[in-house]
């Protein structure tokens, strides 16, 4: 008997192998693919993608992996992929690479899913799995050459994206050539020694040479945002000495009608890490009357190409001590952007909001990662955004206090607000905390550093 049951449970175990890869091939599932990122270079590919479930059983959709196949760029230095929003959360979606030879591609993209993304019902989709991934230099990458791409906008069925459940491959046709390799995965340990900027403002005025020559720049001239005709003056930049310490003030003047800004700002070569800057906000003029709407910032920005473009990006700190924008007193705004239109008004952000005074001096920092943006002020996290609000391309760090238009008050008494800046501090793909942050900029300190930058 005992010899009998062995035999029986053998060969339920054969039956269950051989059952097993045609219930697979039995599952009927459709990739669909649509790109925001249709031009024949562009500086990240964004495959975005849908699988729709035709068959009959919900299927677990950790089980399934779906492979981008694309040509490497020259010189090879490496890709790294990002979720900018997914139906499912990005938190769900993973993405490695792996290489292939000998076909008409030589990498994929493969992105897989956790637990928490749930199954895929008979008739139903994953929803959008809006997808990029870039070079790690953010060199240009060539795509019209790559085997998956195709420049539609629209979802459509595509059988160059392939997915597989376990080994089966379920839907479309792999490029051929050799098997894949074992895949590497995108995500960077972050480097201790890695990538840093670092600025004490230690300068003589806004004409010191080694401002531009640092990568900064004094805004002048003309332009938004603020009341209509202001002027950004670059002679109300400075760097005075304050209890012992030099700082960047920005000091914006206005009558009730005229009005001179202030700003100074970065290249745009930032994007994933940690950014830091301790700020003095001001809830009062340093002359003349009160309570016009000005707005006192530390922001990273990405320019607006055009109305509602995609690749546009902006992560704020905005305090309002005189309220504005509908709010009638003291506010901090965390704000991140997707993007926007001037006319018609078409804003796509999130925001969180602080209703109190945030006068005197406070620790900001905000870390860029994992497809989050989480905000911190004093060391307590007030704000995490995400989804399709996650920045997609590199960015400049700004410092500016202007005035909103229509948010004057009536007196023609110059007034005057200060806002100054302690510091300002960047990790490249690293993610630290506040207490972090103050430890690395008092090691500089200690060692007499005023300035890095190896970013």
Known sequence: MRALLAASCAAMSVIALAVAPAAFAADAITAQYRTSASGAS?????????????????????????????????????YRFACSWAVRGCGNVTGQFGTLTGGPADRYLEVGFTSGAGAL???????????????????????SDDYSFKADTAYSAWNRVTVHRGGTLLWGTAPGGTAPTTTTTTTTPGNPNGPKLFDDFAYTGSTDSRISQRGWTVRSGGGGPG????????????????DGQKVLRLDSWNNGSAARQTELYHQRKFFEGTYAARVRFSDTPVYGPDGDHVVQ?????????????????????????????????????????????????????????????????????????NGRVKYYIDGALVADHG????????????????????????????????????????AKDQVLSPAQVRSAVQDYRNAGVTHVDNV
């Open 121 to 143: 019902a008979p008739g139903a989709d994953s929803g959008d799995l809006q997808l990029r991934f870039y070079r790690t230099n953010w060199g240009p990458i060539t795509q």
């Open 42 to 78: 562009v500086d990240q590919a964004e495959p975005w993608l849908k699988l729709v479930n035709n068959g009959t059983t919900s299927i677990p959709l950790s089980e399934l992996k779906v492979r981008y196949y694309f040509t490497g760029d020259t010189p090879d230095v490496g």
């Open 227 to 242: 009341v209509p005709g202001a002027e950004w003056d670059a002679s109300r930049v400075t760097f005075p000495t304050v």
């Open 387 to 426: 989804d399709k609000y996650y920045p997609e391309t590199p960015m400049s760090i700004n410092f500016n206090l202007w005035f909103i238009a229509g948010g004057l008050q009536g007196s023609s008494a110059e007034r005057a607000y200060q806002q100054d800046v302690d510091y300002v501090y960047f």
């Open 297 to 369: 910032t530390f922001f990273t920005i990405t320019p607006l190409d055009r109305p509602m473009d995609p690749d546009y990006g902006e992560i704020d700190f905005e305090y309002l001590p005189n309220g504005g924008w509908g709010e009638p007193a003291n506010v901090m705004y965390e704000t991140t952007w997707e993007t926007y239109q001037n006319e018609p008004w078409v804003a796509d952000n999130i925001h969180d909001a602080q209703r109190r005074s945030y006068n005197g001096w406070h620790d900001l920092v905000f870390q860029v990662a």
